[in-house]
């Protein structure tokens, strides 16, 4: 009985393993297709390995791009990108072209996947993610602005004079766009997180700085060697950065999330707060 379990077990290992090198040949063979075929476009660089075109990418790619253009203008071409793949340029006499093709083969969500790194830094690593996103701003978001007119007009207000110059009798420089910058964070944060926290000096904080701290980690995603990524960029301090401000922005929601579920299921007199849910 031993016997015939331990030559089952191999046959089974047997088979796993023929499974896996067919896989991992087709998977090649797919590569290698493709390849060839956008091997075939007329490439722009003046680096004589593909990590010297990645390193040329990421220190000049508007100086790529703009020279690339001038060169095939009205042709397809491609350059090497800072994820070390073929970056296609494709002429904009085709876009009438493009935006017919379907998802499934042009995506926005796979580029915005890799131009963000999303598979380090965290944002919208799945469809369940994307989805929930996508359901909260048609049906939560959407309906409710009409109804948050009034809260909104209020909080703009509120926000004005909290950050613009109110007693100027004459022109007064101001830096704009840090002002622009925490008002928009003050009345969006009125719509997406209430009362509780919209002027909360720590949800502000990571309000305004989780987008900048999202492009900076994942332009040091891109300054790192793609085969050393899956080592080495979670352990980087901007890619930790990120965590930590996720980490605080959980902290201070789950709480208000926890309470406002809990009093939906057990208090028949709680009304719901006024914001988009």
Known sequence: MKIQTVAE?????????IAALVFAAYVSVQRIYFDS???RLPAFHNAISSEAHRKQYLKSAKKLYREGYEKFKDSVWRVTSADGFHQVVISPSLLPELRKLPESILSIEKAVEQFLAVKYTKLLV???DITVVIHSIRADLTPALARLNGVVYTVVEETLKDEMPADCED???VRVNPKLVSMVAKITGRIFVGPELCR?????DAAI???VELVTAAQAVKRTRPFLRRWLAPRLPEVRKLDETERKAKQMLEPI???RCNAQANDPEWQQPDDSK
């Open 9 to 17: 077990s191999t046959h089974a290992l047997q088979v796993l393993a």
């Open 171 to 173: 022109w007064t420089p």
């Open 37 to 39: 075929h956008i091997g």
């Open 126 to 128: 799945n469809d369940r």
């Open 257 to 259: 999330i926890e309470a």
């Open 209 to 211: 700085n989780y987008p």
């Open 200 to 204: 909360n000096e720590e949800y502000l």
